[in-house]
DNA sequence: TTGTTTCTGCGAATGATTCGCAATTGCAAC
DNA sequence: GTTGCAATTGCGAATCATTCGCAGAAACAA
């Protein structure tokens, strides 16, 4: 996927961009931060603040984003942080552990064959949707049924 | 569904219950509080304060009632507001307009016939989903194109 | 009724996200 | 490449949902 090319390419933006690029699971706008400061000090050696990205700016970048559909924002239902990744690039679902809130990826889709979505085809026109499967991963259900 | 019988039945509690019980849509916590006053209200006149659920109360009910897995709580992805429902009585899905945030109930549910899990199913002990499409309703789309 | 334990009222604290505004930067026309 | 203007950023302050803390008030078992 193409950075989007009806927003000015900015500094900014393009970290943000490379950032999500390189990741392999969705981020949140701090992780992004934290990633954006490691770089930085990465190339400019410790005590370095110059370059890091400001918060307030990485969220409008990721409102550019979305708004030009080029990320997609997913909020987990367990916290209230939001989480960002390319759209594009196909689409994922996550099976999430509740108690240690590890992601596993599901494979395949439900909307693959979308048959269930007749009701409403008619009068919505889908853009996008969102999967996620909860529960216990095997290494918590074993921890917590020792507790017991 | 019953009230859950492992934690205090109190007053409060019992009127998120009610509540959440005649609702026919999630609500959030602050649409509970406006209604418990609205209710207070109709029954004490005008300007009655007493008896009005303090939100935190209303967050810490939702929160037992959610660990006595007797309601669920969800996040649309395009708000940071969660959203509450009484589980069981079957569950829903919903297809949100960007546009308007309207809701409009799926019928059947993607896992109803639950093939796309098996990747999962082994090592994971699944507890619940969540699924949300969304993009544009009729009304909006009609609208939006007007403006070009 | 009493004692213990679990709630609630209330406000203050927290954490994610957004806003405001002056200074800076991207980019298009010269 | 310089100039000019609009879009963007740095930065902090503001907002909004949610959680915490604590003292007084219910629940409910004995």
Redo the contacts between chains.
Sequence with gaps: MEFPSNIRKTQSRMRVWEILNHANTPLTAKEIAIRAAQDTKDQQGEGATEGALWLSSIYRALDAFANAHAVS??????S?E?LYSLAGNGHHHY?I??NCKKK?E???????EEK?????DQ????????????????QC?EQLSKKV
């Design positions: 924002r997913t909020v987990l239902s367990d209230q939001a099976a552990c509740m596993t599901l494979e395949g889709c439900p909307f693959a269930t979505l007749h009701a409403v009068d919505f026109m889908i853009v996008g949707h969102t999967v996620e499967v909860y529960g216990y991963c095997k259900r």
